[in-house]
């Protein structure tokens, strides 16, 4: 009964690749986000989503394109790989309003060739 | 120059020691304060939160906030080799803006 999940854990690809990455909460929750952590363990927000509507959109490449099927999903699909993308992408999900409540996924480890 | 500075170590400390982690930040808009760990090859989790100015006690962790001075601390009394991970401040400025904004991270390994 995980309560955010995310696959793959891990990802290997070649650089103009086009590759998705899922998350999933069951918390209930109305707000999902896309982290990425660097090799420098720095953690910065990408996206962020309240009942599927784009409410965060923090200077990321259009490379990458955020979807939200409904709220309890928020998919991230990333166009032409480059090999700076190669990071840690941690989903995280919390209650609009209740910034203290963000829970965070296991991370999808990305490597790009 | 980063909006949270944190220390990235990293630190050791004997166990049973008491161990003090800190942020400094520069936006004057934050109004909630967390501290995440985080383990190796995992999420990061929330240990602690606070809202304003403030101290905040659960167990062997404390948070404390000086917003007049932009610091935030975590202290761990009686430290455990099960509290070695790295520990992520993090802040936002309240409903409406909820991202968080977090430091870089302090490695913290507690020695047996």
């Known amino acids: 009964d995980t309560a955010v999940s995310q696959t793959p854990k891990y990802l290997v690809t070649q650089m103009g690749n086009d590759k998705s990455i899922k998350c999933e909460q069951n918390?209930?929750?109305?707000?999902m986000y896309w982290y990425k952590q660097d090799s420098k363990k720095f953690l910065k927000i990408m996206f962020s989503?309240?009942?599927?509507?784009?409410?965060i959109n923090e200077t990321v490449p259009n490379r990458f394109s955020p979807k939200s099927p409904d709220k309890a999903h928020l998919n991230l699909h990333i166009n032409s790989l480059e090999l700076g993308d190669s990071a840690v992408y941690f989903c995280?999900?919390?209650?609009?309003?209740?910034?203290?409540?963000?829970?965070f996924g296991p991370g999808t480890r990305l490597l790009v060739l | 120059q980063k909006e949270v500075e944190q220390d990235p170590g990293p630190l050791s400390v004997p166990e049973g020691a008491i161990v003090s982690l800190n942020c400094t930040y520069s936006?004057?808009?934050?109004?909630?304060f967390m501290w995440y760990r985080q383990y190796s090859r995992k999420g990061p989790e929330l240990l602690m939160y606070?809202?304003?100015?403030g101290n905040k006690e659960d167990g062997r962790f404390t948070a404390q906030v000086d917003k007049s001075s932009k610091y935030i601390s975590l202290f761990i009394r009686d430290s455990q080799p099960s509290d070695s991970a790295t520990y992520l401040c993090?802040?936002?400025?309240?409903?409406?803006?909820?991202?968080?904004?977090f430091g870089t991270g302090t490695r913290l390994t507690i020695i047996p």
């Open positions: 989503y309240n009942n599927k509507e784009l409410i």
């Open positions: 993090a802040m936002s400025q309240g409903f409406g803006n909820e991202k968080l904004t």
């Open positions: 936006n004057s808009a934050f109004q909630y």
């Open positions: 918390l209930g929750h109305d707000t």
């Open positions: 995280a999900s919390g209650a609009r309003g209740q910034q203290e409540t963000q829970y």
């Open positions: 606070t809202y304003s100015s």
